[in-house]
């Protein structure tokens, strides 16, 4: 898969990588028009031996540090559940498998949705006996820090921080139905890092929208795929949601809401602006697709096809009204 150079820009200032509030972004920057999109999509050559017409990629997030080398973490359901690494080779032309899919502990896992915070990759998981969500560690091979069950199946998380009178804090959203219509929303105590063995997710809110259909006049459509948590300098939280309106021949759309936890569970969401992305080639945010925060001016979304393949380009695509 074909890497196209980052675009600098030396105005623009990221949060260091591996800081927790590297998910920061401004709002005014979510609003404008016209921003790029990297789209992974096919090109050509064999798949990957993932399985069959139920087997298929269900999340993405992208990793880049200091250095050119970019890392894509994608989930699969083949296999009983694996994350496919994928990196940037040297000479930034191509992507390739860096190792085996990575499998899980448990049996016949189906895992969503995934976000990245720092050095951390948050992945939904579920089985017809386990529901849960689990905190890996990039730098550490992608060992287990923290995992705990959810009271339902999630099927994509977003994680991001924020901040009261009493510190900083993670907060997590989780869709718990394949429709959409409902998200359970974790907070974390103030203070304290992911690694810390006193961090834990508690439930605080639930909110359940009702809408089932994926309608671009309505205020909320089913996010049951992807979605991503983002944050701003002033530490206001942001909900992104990705869909498609129909599984075949439909429109790609990501949805902007300003989370407010200062609001009563039937106001947490408020809609702010809906962006129509074109995902040519096979890629849409049916199967997987995140947000990545540079800096304060400069947000990627990435969307993979259903089944990656050996030879894969990342194309520049616009938004378009």
């Known amino acids: 898969m074909t890497i196209p150079p980052s675009e600098?820009?030396?105005?623009?200032?990221a949060s260091p990588p591996g800081e927790p509030m590297a998910a920061k972004i401004a709002l005014r920057q979510l609003r404008r028009r016209g921003k790029v999109a990297l789209i992974i999509s096919s090109d050509s050559g064999p798949q990957l031996p993932i399985g069959g017409v139920r087997k298929h990629l269900q999340g993405i997030a992208i990793r880049k540090g200091t250095s050119?080398?970019?890392?894509?973490?994608i989930t699969t359901n083949a296999e009983g559940g694996k994350i496919i690494i994928a990196r940037n080779e040297p000479n930034g032309e191509n992507y390739i498998v860096e190792k085996e899919p990575v499998g899980f502990d448990k049996k016949n896992i189906h895992p969503g949705g995934i976000q990245i915070i720092g050095h951390y990759l948050v992945v939904p998981i579920y089985n017809k006996n386990y529901t849960g969500i689990?905190?890996?560690?990039i730098n550490d091979g992608l060992s287990v820090i923290k995992e705990?069950?959810?009271d339902r199946r999630?099927?994509?998380?977003?994680?991001?921080?924020t901040s009261d009178d009493k510190g900083e804090f993670y907060v997590m959203a989780v869709v718990t139905e394949s429709k959409g219509r409902r998200v359970n929303i974790y907070r974390t105590p103030s203070n304290l890092k992911l690694k810390d063995p006193a961090c834990f997710f508690e439930l605080r809110w639930i909110y359940k929208p009702g809408s089932i259909v994926n309608d671009p006049k309505k205020d909320w459509n089913g996010y049951p795929n992807n979605i991503s948590l983002l944050s701003d300098k002033k530490n206001n939280l942001y909900f992104l949601g990705f869909y498609k309106t129909e599984l075949v021949g439909g429109k790609d759309y990501a949805d902007l809401?300003?989370?407010?936890l200062k609001q009563p569970e039937d106001k947490l969401f408020k809609r702010l602006s809906r962006f129509h992305a074109k995902c040519n080639d096979g890629p849409a945010f049916r199967w997987g697709a995140s947000a990545f925060v540079l800096g304060d001016d400069n947000l990627e979304?990435?969307?993979?096809?259903?089944?990656?393949?050996?030879?894969?380009?990342?194309?520049?695509d616009m938004f378009s009204k």
């Open 134 to 137: 689990e905190i890996r560690d």
């Open 68 to 73: 050119s080398r970019s890392h894509a973490y």
């Open 154 to 161: 999630p099927f994509c998380v977003g994680i991001s921080t």
């Open 8 to 13: 600098k820009n030396k105005k623009l200032k």
């Open 257 to 260: 809401y300003h989370l407010d």
């Open 301 to 316: 979304i990435y969307a993979c096809e259903k089944n990656v393949q050996n030879k894969t380009t990342i194309r520049k």
């Open 148 to 150: 705990f069950r959810t």
